[in-house]
């Protein structure tokens, strides 16, 4: 018999258990790196894919096995992906969780998502970051920071009806190519209910707690080095007229 929780990342080997969710598609729950090269065509070299090696497969199903040891799921968690920007990193988008009783949530059953008793959304927004242009994807800097966090769940006993507004997150940013934390505001229920049409809430306007606030100090002035040396087996060697202008491509700060 199975003991401890069970997750489950990127593709599973079978998976049909959310109605009209596109969670099987690889592209969204598995981060690829591409290895491209030139080809050559009538007045125009072409840049084009020629391999995709996955390098982070991520969480999209966690759940309990069944005491039984047959091939139902208990307290089963659904994690969505989406694709966002051109980085070709994959987002969580939502949590799903608590699915009916009178289910069994094996992994041939379809659960429709609305019958799921809580939901978490996460929304991201883009803010570029230095450095993305020109970096492998297994290297690259999330390009897309989160902004809102809906948090949602059906009232006891009324299971057909829509999820409600349980609380939201606000976060703000501040900086340019590099996003930082500014403040984030909790919103909690609304004098009148709040509910989600299709899996998502309408725009509100209640009452927030006071934010939280983040205040960020400037770094030190960066020390200007006069040569840059390369390690031994470096074979380029430019010429006197030459100039290199050091590109941090991954906003690393020359870090190894």
Not at 57 to 74: A, E, F, H, I, Q
Not at 81 to 103: A, E, F, H, N, R
Not at 194 to 218: D, F, G, Q, Y
């Amino acid at each position: 018999m199975p003991e401890g929780e069970i997750l489950e990342l990127g593709l599973p080997e079978e998976w049909s258990s959310l109605k009209g969710a596109i969670t099987a598609d690889p592209d969204a729950s598995v981060d690829y790196d591409e290895i491209t090269s030139l080809v050559a065509k009538p007045d125009v070299r072409e840049t084009v894919v020629t391999q995709r090696i996955p390098f982070r497969w991520n969480l999209v199903r966690r759940y309990d096995p069944s005491p039984s040891g047959d091939n139902t799921s208990k307290n089963v968690i659904f994690y969505l992906w989406s694709k966002l920007g051109s980085s070709g990193l994959g987002y969580l988008t939502d949590v799903y969780y608590s699915p009916p009783v009178s289910i069994a949530t094996n992994r041939t059953r379809t659960i429709a998502l609305n019958s799921l008793a809580h939901h978490i959304h996460l929304a991201w927004e883009f803010i570029p970051q230095a450095g993305n242009r020109y970096t492998p994807v297994w290297r690259a800097k999330p390009d897309f920071t989160l902004t809102n966090i809906d948090v949602t769940s059906k009232r006891y006993g009324f299971a057909n009806s829509p999820r409600e507004l349980v609380r939201r997150y606000h976060l703000t940013y501040t900086g340019n190519q590099r996003a930082y934390l500014q403040s984030f505001h909790m919103q909690g229920r609304c004098p009148d209910r709040i509910e989600e049409v299709n899996e998502r809430l309408p725009n509100t306007a209640c009452k927030r707690l006071p934010a939280v606030t983040m205040r960020w100090s400037l770094p030190e002035n960066n020390k200007n080095h006069e040569a840059l040396l390369a390690e031994q087996g470096f074979s380029f060697e430019p010429s006197n007229d030459s100039h290199l202008v050091p590109l941090d491509v991954d906003a690393d700060a020359f870090q190894i």
